[in-house]
């Protein structure tokens, strides 16, 4: 994998949802991608398998041009070598570049083998996490990460940034988000300001809908 630090997410992290965004996924994602994501994480998981790797090729060529990478929500990784797997998928892990794993509490994060990183929710109250418990706030978050030897995305209700910053403090490596850029009315504007707040430095303003050095 290219993006990131050894190619591990960090920093804002695009998870998709193609239900809630206000303008076409496609358009969402780029903007995103002009405002500083280097990383998403491709759920839809009810499309039928050919649309979503339709949908899969279209993102990694959006995503191809800042030199980021594309992660697949499933076992599946849809001609990638990238995937994000539920706390309940196979374990131990496909035999992949990258994989990834929810957990949301200390007992799923000791059945870890060889994954790569994890995402750890509903770090703030959120709709999308219903039946996972409280929300873990700042506090919560942290005595999580400390149990765990891989890098951390928090997930759920992450978005705004005070919310980043919280999380960073607390130790993850990033923030996955969902919702609140999705629904953006300028994804690249939020994005921007996420960026900043998890200490990545906003990349140039893009040109003619091209990325800029």
Known sequence: MRAGRGG???GIVLVTDRRQAARPLGETVRAAVDGGVRWVLLRERDLPR???LDLAGR???ILAEVDGALIVAGPDPLGG??????AAEPCPPPDLGLVG????DRAELTRLRTEDYVTISPVFPTPSKPGYGPPLRAAGL????ARTRVPVLALGGVSTVRHVEA???AGAAGVAVMGAVMRAEDPGRLVRALCSAAGRQAPAAPVAG???R
């Open 8 to 10: 591990v997410p960090d």
């Open 50 to 52: 050919n649309e979503r």
């Open 59 to 61: 993102l990694r060529a």
């Open 81 to 86: 070598d990238a995937v994000h797997l539920t």
């Open 101 to 104: 794993r929810s957990c949301h």
């Open 142 to 145: 942290a005595r999580l990460v």
């Open 167 to 169: 999380c960073v403090a």
């Open 210 to 212: 091209r990325w800029t």
